[in-house]
């Protein structure tokens, strides 16, 4: 069975500091993993995706990279501000075959950007 | 922009009373999906369904059941509520297809059982 393990659960920094966030998953049979951020009280939005034939994805200010046969993943977040605050999720999605599409979750991290 | 509308935010319910928790999608897309989402336990599957009249368990189906009459409409239904059902419910939807598909939130609903 698929586990997903997030490091570190929280996170403060200073604005203006680069981060970075771990992924780690068990079972490296993936077929992508993404990467999550959820607002207090607000559903998921997705951020990046990368496939398992990718090494990594960038949008704007993040990076997300991925080493699929060691089972890790990492957000690279450059110059951090203080609405970059929120939970960061990530999720990787099995090679189970089908037209299905089902995700397993780390339980995040909560990062915190101090003004 | 994608939209996955659950109709209810909030929700207070009595226990043993029948709740169902609605969602919509607005892109046509194929799979649809029930998380719940509880501190220190993270997201875990409820049901899914990948075409209308389709549904599969995910992790945790003991206590619920599903509806998909229609493709943009999923439902959730607790047939008799219990405490231990007082969470945050995400229902979410996503284009049929392999690795390249991004899955779409709604904004969740919270339901507290009293």
Redesign the interface.
Known sequence: KQEVTQIPAALSVPEGENLVLNCSFTDSAI??L?W?RQDP??????LL?I??SQREQTSGRLNASLDKSSGRSTLYIAASQPGDSATY?C?V?GESGG?????T????TLLTVNP | DVKVTQSSRYLVKRTGEKVFLECVQDMDHENMFWYRQDPGLGLRLIYFSYDVKMKEKGDIPEGYSVSREKKERFSLILESASTNQTSMYLCASSPQGASGNTIYFGEGSWLTVV
Do not use: E, H, I, V
């Open positions: 077929y992508n993404q999550f009280g607000k559903g998921l939005t997705s995706l496939q398992s999720l999720a999605r037209s299905n599409y089902k995700l979750f780390g339980k995040g």
